[in-house]
Protein backbone atom coordinates (compact mmCIF):
# COMPACT_ATOMS: atom_id res chain seq x y z
CA UNK A 1 0.00 0.00 0.00
CA UNK A 2 1.36 3.35 -1.38
CA UNK A 3 0.50 5.29 2.55
CA UNK A 4 2.91 2.67 4.47
CA UNK A 5 5.50 5.64 4.33
CA UNK A 6 3.18 8.22 5.36
CA UNK A 7 2.98 6.31 8.61
CA UNK A 8 6.68 6.43 9.89
CA UNK A 9 7.46 9.87 12.36
CA UNK A 10 9.68 11.95 11.53
CA UNK A 11 11.43 14.97 13.28
CA UNK A 12 9.94 18.55 13.55
CA UNK A 13 11.53 21.07 14.78
CA UNK A 14 10.81 24.48 16.10
CA UNK A 15 12.87 27.68 16.33
CA UNK A 16 12.61 30.90 17.72
CA UNK A 17 14.46 33.71 16.50
CA UNK A 18 14.86 36.06 19.60
CA UNK A 19 15.33 39.12 15.91
CA UNK A 20 12.32 38.30 15.03
CA UNK A 21 9.96 39.80 17.34
CA UNK A 22 7.55 42.08 15.89
CA UNK A 23 6.40 45.04 16.94
CA UNK A 24 2.34 43.80 16.76
CA UNK A 25 3.17 41.34 19.56
CA UNK A 26 3.81 38.38 17.21
CA UNK A 27 6.96 36.55 16.66
CA UNK A 28 8.56 34.56 13.39
CA UNK A 29 8.48 30.95 14.17
CA UNK A 30 10.45 28.50 11.91
CA UNK A 31 9.32 25.29 12.03
CA UNK A 32 11.54 22.49 9.57
CA UNK A 33 11.13 18.98 9.73
CA UNK A 34 12.82 15.89 8.15
CA UNK A 35 11.82 14.89 4.34
CA UNK A 36 9.24 11.63 3.36
CA UNK A 37 10.65 9.92 0.82
CA UNK A 38 7.17 8.94 -0.52
CA UNK A 39 7.10 9.95 -4.27
CA UNK A 40 3.37 10.87 -3.85
CA UNK A 41 4.62 13.75 -1.76
CA UNK A 42 7.38 14.88 -3.49
CA UNK A 43 5.97 15.49 -7.15
CA UNK A 44 2.85 17.98 -8.70
CA UNK A 45 -0.20 17.51 -6.19
CA UNK A 46 1.62 16.43 -3.00
CA UNK A 47 3.43 18.51 -0.51
CA UNK A 48 3.30 18.87 3.69
CA UNK A 49 0.48 20.63 5.80
CA UNK A 50 1.96 22.20 9.01
CA UNK A 51 -0.72 22.18 12.35
CA UNK A 52 -0.32 25.33 14.53
CA UNK A 53 -2.44 25.28 17.99
CA UNK A 54 -2.47 26.81 21.66
CA UNK A 55 -3.32 23.59 22.39
CA UNK A 56 -1.35 20.35 22.71
CA UNK A 57 -4.22 17.97 21.99
CA UNK A 58 -6.20 19.34 18.91
CA UNK A 59 -8.03 17.15 16.67
CA UNK A 60 -6.48 17.17 13.17
CA UNK A 61 -9.63 16.08 11.51
CA UNK A 62 -11.28 19.68 12.59
CA UNK A 63 -8.03 21.46 11.96
CA UNK A 64 -6.85 23.41 8.40
CA UNK A 65 -2.80 24.15 8.26
CA UNK A 66 -0.79 25.63 6.55
CA UNK A 67 -0.05 24.13 3.19
CA UNK A 68 3.51 23.31 2.02
CA UNK A 69 2.83 22.05 -1.68
CA UNK A 70 5.61 20.42 -4.33
CA UNK A 71 7.02 23.15 -6.30
CA UNK A 72 9.60 21.49 -8.31
CA UNK A 73 13.04 19.60 -8.09
CA UNK A 74 13.58 15.88 -6.12
CA UNK A 75 11.63 17.36 -2.64
CA UNK A 76 8.77 19.38 -1.56
CA UNK A 77 10.33 21.76 0.70
CA UNK A 78 10.48 21.29 4.27
CA UNK A 79 10.60 24.11 6.25
CA UNK A 80 7.97 27.34 7.43
CA UNK A 81 8.46 30.29 8.68
CA UNK A 82 4.78 31.50 11.02
CA UNK A 83 3.83 34.45 12.93
CA UNK A 84 2.33 33.44 16.00
CA UNK A 85 1.45 35.63 19.36
CA UNK A 86 3.67 35.93 22.15
CA UNK A 87 3.01 35.33 25.04
CA UNK A 88 1.48 31.58 24.51
CA UNK A 89 2.69 28.09 24.11
CA UNK A 90 2.48 26.88 20.60
CA UNK A 91 1.91 23.43 19.06
CA UNK A 92 3.35 22.22 15.66
CA UNK A 93 2.64 19.18 13.90
CA UNK A 94 3.79 18.16 10.29
CA UNK A 95 1.89 15.62 7.92
CA UNK A 96 2.23 14.67 4.16
CA UNK A 97 -0.21 14.69 1.81
CA UNK A 98 -1.35 13.98 -2.10
CA UNK A 99 -3.87 14.18 -4.78
CA UNK A 100 -5.29 11.63 -6.10
CA UNK A 101 -6.11 11.32 -9.45
CA UNK A 102 -9.64 12.56 -9.03
CA UNK A 103 -8.30 15.18 -7.14
CA UNK A 104 -9.16 13.46 -3.92
CA UNK A 105 -6.60 14.61 -1.03
CA UNK A 106 -4.99 12.17 1.33
CA UNK A 107 -3.09 13.02 4.53
CA UNK A 108 -0.47 10.63 6.30
CA UNK A 109 -0.29 10.47 9.73
CA UNK A 110 1.05 13.76 11.51
CA UNK A 111 4.19 13.63 13.20
CA UNK A 112 4.68 13.92 17.16
CA UNK A 113 3.38 16.99 18.32
CA UNK A 114 6.24 19.63 19.27
CA UNK A 115 5.43 22.64 21.77
CA UNK A 116 7.01 25.62 22.53
CA UNK A 117 6.80 28.71 24.76
CA UNK A 118 6.81 31.85 22.98
CA UNK A 119 7.76 34.46 25.55
CA UNK A 120 6.31 37.79 25.81
CA UNK A 121 9.18 40.78 25.02
Known amino acids: MRLQL ?9 FLSLTSCMPDNTSTVHVSWDPLSDPLVNRE ?7 CSKRENFNFDDFSGKTIPYRSGEETP ?5 DVENGCT ?3 AVAGYFKDEDG ?5 APSEVVCVNIDEE
Request: a neutral charge; hydrophobic letters at 55%.
Open 6 to 14: FVSLFFIAV
Open 45 to 51: GGGYIVF
Open 90 to 92: WCF
Open 78 to 82: TTVSL
Open 104 to 108: TVTYG
